[in-house]
């Protein structure tokens, strides 16, 4: 644990530091002036001075950036540029959908892939397993967007079971709410729950071929025994560390698939800030993912050692 | 002119086998699955006569004679836009992967020059695999704007550090085998061993990685074509046709039919093809 703290901590930390200047500079880096578009196509040059003295993009970059970092540190982003209100409060709004869309369909990775993966190394019924198998390879072959498409025409044209789209508080109106995550939800979840499947699968068949599951066989222990007491605490380390790097590809996936089923989150307001041109709101969402993705990971590997004491941080 | 080559004999072994593993059946569902829809999109001039971009009287038109797959909801030919549409989704990953390879195979070398390269190297690439995906891809439109280059750049840039690893990792391993070490001993200099022994010999697994790449590059396409931040219209591409049918579903789901069925086909080709040579290589 010390040298997790020494060692991978300030790591991490690192990497934040080197993605938040990266972002920072790639912003600057914007071919026109965001006080010039702000000010609107008849300002004299003394309001668009005013504008850019108001927001601070007069100062030198290099202070203009520590500043940003105290107002990150603080909590208090200041005013958004185009879309209108305060920073924080559209990214604690969007914040608030998505983590709701990633935590369910996180839940319903885990949901569709263990007894996947264990149901496919129980030796039963082989051709269903290799239909299992076929199943996970074109999940994972199909983009997003395409699997979305498929689901609303096939629940929501086609059956007519559950909205193609939208979105209700999950406070005021649960069941209501729950109908409209579904379908985002599991198409977020598939390409995810396959690659999970996949190496949950080939842990536990390298688990079930060691020699400690060899000799509990031999005295006889029986097989569902073997696979949940032996081969499945020895296969869920790596999946852990999977299913971690899974949730960047939840974040970055639910981008798009906010924007197929008009799911009110952080992918839509990125998307509005990038088309708007709105500073603060993108390099305060990149910066937030990218903390998120490192802190997720951090955890994962904190997670991966509690479950396989084997592993210490030298 | 006789040239004599014998020392390369497990390059060309391994080789042999990425040939072995795309005559299985997953390798040659694979190569016919991409082969289809690439010739469709290389023919598409003389499979149909249409304009992808010419607006029509009819929009929303059921199939007919004129118009084998319909019209869009402007009124343009849809077998003609999925067609061209293949064609763009083609010429952006066959520049944007190789590039990505490039890149990430030159960073690899230097990284094989000197510890402090290494370092350096390793870095950048953890930085950019510390924006999942497509954020990166949002990261690059906000400074460029949406449009075909700036699609390529994503797609070329989020795979840099994958094609990197890779090479690195077998350069880490080929340098220290004896014919590297027999190279130096006969006086090669650093640069000649790492270029003439060492890289052709650390190359054949970017094969498989490329076929993953191609993939991912009609991810990425299509996924800034749905947020209105790809190819800028009226291009067609397959991700824009995808997008540009969901408001019809309900109504004219033969819209999305045919661009789904292209896509789908495409990528999992592409999968095919990897899991093929990669089990090739590996056997």
């Not at chain 2, 971009?53 to 199939?63: E, K």
């Not at chain 2, 994503?154 to 014919?179: D, K, M, N, S, T």
Request: net charge neutral; charged share 15%; with cysteine.
């Amino acid at each position: 644990m010390r040298t997790f703290l020494f060692k991978r901590l300030p790591s991490a930390l690192a990497v934040l530091v080197a993605a938040s200047f990266t972002v920072f500079l790639m912003l600057r880096l914007i071919p026109g002036d965001p006080a010039t578009t702000l000010a609107g196509p008849d300002a004299s040059p003394a309001t668009i001075a005013a504008i850019r003295e108001r927001l601070g993009l007069d100062a030198p970059l290099l202070s203009q950036y520590v500043h940003w970092l105290g107002q990150v540190l603080a909590g208090d982003l200041g005013p958004s540029y185009a879309i209108g209100g305060q920073v924080s409060e559209l990214i604690g709004d969007g914040l608030a959908a998505t983590v709701q869309l990633t935590v369910a369909s996180l839940l319903l990775v885990v949901v569709l892939a263990v007894p996947t993966a264990l149901y496919a190394v129980s030796g039963r019924r082989r051709a269903l397993a290799g239909a299992l198998r076929a199943l996970t390879t074109g999940a994972l072959a199909v983009p997003p967007f395409v699997t979305g498409v498929v689901l609303v025409l096939v629940f929501a044209v086609g059956l007519g079971l559950l909205p193609a789209g939208g979105h209700a508080s999950l406070f005021d109106a649960p069941d209501l709410a729950v109908q409209y995550l579904a379908l985002p939800a599991l198409c977020l979840a598939l390409p995810s729950a396959a690659i999970l499947a996949r190496y949950l699968q080939d842990g536990l068949e390298r688990a079930l071929g060691e020699d400690y599951v060899r000799t509990a066989t031999a005295l006889g222990v029986p097989r569902r025994r073997i696979l949940w007491r032996h081969a499945l605490p020895n296969a869920l380390p790596s999946a852990v560390t999977v299913l971690g790097l899974q949730i960047g590809q939840l974040i970055a996936g639910a981008v798009v698939v906010e924007r197929i089923f008009a799911w009110p989150g952080l992918g839509q307001l990125i998307e509005q800030g990038v088309s708007r041109r709105d500073y603060p709101v993108v390099q305060d969402l990149l910066l937030l993912v990218v903390a998120g993705y490192v802190a997720v990971q951090l955890l994962t590997d904190l997670l991966y050692s509690w479950l396989d004491p084997r592993v210490r941080w030298e | 002119m006789t040239t004599i080559s014998f020392p390369l004999a497990a390059g060309s072994r391994s080789r042999n086998r990425y040939v072995a593993g795309l005559r299985t059946w997953r390798g040659v569902t694979g190569l016919v699955l991409v082969g289809t829809v690439a010739l469709a999109g290389l023919l598409a001039p003389w499979l149909t006569d249409a304009d992808p971009d010419a607006q029509g009287p009819q929009a929303l038109a059921a199939p007919s004679g004129d118009h084998p797959l319909g019209t869009d909801d402007i009124g343009r030919d849809l077998l003609s836009r999925v067609l061209h549409g293949i064609l763009t989704d083609l010429s952006i990953i066959l520049t944007a992967v190789p590039a990505g390879a490039l890149i990430g195979a030159a960073l690899a070398l230097l990284a094989g020059t000197s510890r402090a390269a290494d370092l350096v190297v390793q870095r950048l690439f953890d930085l950019v695999l510390s924006f999942p995906g497509l954020i990166l891809g949002l990261a690059v439109t906000a400074i460029l704007g949406p449009g075909r280059w700036p699609v390529v750049i994503i797609i070329a840039l989020a795979e840099v550090p994958y094609f990197g690893r890779q090479l690195r990792a077998g350069v880490l391993v080929q340098r220290e085998r004896e014919y590297a070490l027999a190279a130096r001993v006969g006086g090669a200099g650093r640069a000649r061993v790492l270029l003439r022994h060492v890289l052709p010999n650390a190359v054949d697994p970017l094969i498989v990685q490329g076929a993953v790449a191609l993939s991912v590059g009609v991810f990425i396409e299509g996924a800034l074509s749905f947020l209105g931040l790809g190819v800028r219209p009226p291009e067609p591409t397959l991700g824009s046709l995808i997008s540009g049918s969901v408001a019809y579903l309900d109504t004219d789901p033969v819209l999305a039919a045919a661009p789904l069925a292209v896509t789908t086909a495409l990528v999992l080709g592409f999968t095919l093809l990897a899991e093929a040579l990669n089990r090739g290589a590996r056997s």
